[in-house]
């Protein structure tokens, strides 16, 4: 129904700044909250942040709050990930997702993934 794929990930160094996006290759998600989820190393994936389907409302995972931003844009169906002040810890994959149908911090409540973006950020 939706298919969706991030972009933007790279190579930075402390201190830099990236932007992730979400576009969607197949259908739309403009209806849906949206949120991006990431996973470090050999770990499991975690809650980054989360969006509400008009966009006024956001949430944070405390690790992340104050230094990454997401937004939309629901005209464009485009979602973003804008991170500032980026540290050594946030190196990991950033997956978009679509729909939850119930916590918005827990991965199994979300209908719909990306294949991720790497970031990496050096010290």
């Known amino acids: 129904q939706v298919q969706l794929v991030e972009s933007g990930g790279g190579l930075v160094q402390a201190g830099d700044s990236l932007r992730l996006s979400c576009a969607a290759s197949?259908?739309?998600?403009?209806?849906?909250?949206m949120a991006w989820f990431r996973r470090h190393s050999g770990q499991e994936r975690v809650f980054v942040a989360a969006?509400?389907?008009?966009?006024?409302?956001?949430y944070y995972a405390d690790s992340v709050k104050g230094r990454l931003t997401i937004s939309r844009d629901r005209a464009k169906n485009l979602v973003y990930l804008d991170m500032t002040k980026l540290k050594p810890e946030d190196t990991a994959i950033y997956y978009c997702?679509?729909?939850?149908?119930?916590?918005?911090?827990?991965?199994?409540?979300?209908?719909?993934w990306g294949q991720g973006t790497q970031v990496t950020v050096s010290s």
């Open positions: 997702a679509a729909d939850p149908d119930g916590d918005y911090r827990a991965e199994s409540d979300y209908a719909y």
């Open positions: 969006i509400s389907v008009n966009g006024r409302s956001t």
């Open positions: 197949e259908g739309t998600f403009s209806n849906y909250p």
